[in-house]
């Protein structure tokens, strides 16, 4: 019982790592890549500790994990949000979507 529990977290792991890889190649500017990839990378990694821990029972390893777990999700946000001031801080401005027509009056796609 336990393996398909460690397997179904392993395959949510790999699942979120895809999305946040396509995000990151999709995206049009760098926040909006962060966010994909932070978030998604937060929730493959804690899915693959998830795992982990199932794999190894009630032990020691379980209570490592777990800190290391702790520390990964209060350490990825704080990363993600000093790379976007830095970019903030340099001058990269968000990616805004040009609305067509609004003087000629042509309709928006």
Known sequence: ???YIVYG???LGVIFNLMGL???LVFP???T???ASSTCST???ISVF???MAGAGFSAVTGKILVITLFFFISSPVS???IARFAWNNGITPWRRIKKGIDSGEEND
């Open 9 to 11: 977290f392993l395959i």
């Open 22 to 24: 396509i995000g990151v």
């Open 50 to 52: 998830i795992a982990a």
């Open 33 to 35: 890549r962060l966010q």
């Open 80 to 82: 993600a949000h000093i």
């Open 43 to 45: 929730t493959a990694v």
């Open 29 to 31: 500017d760098p926040y």
């Open 1 to 3: 019982m336990t393996e």
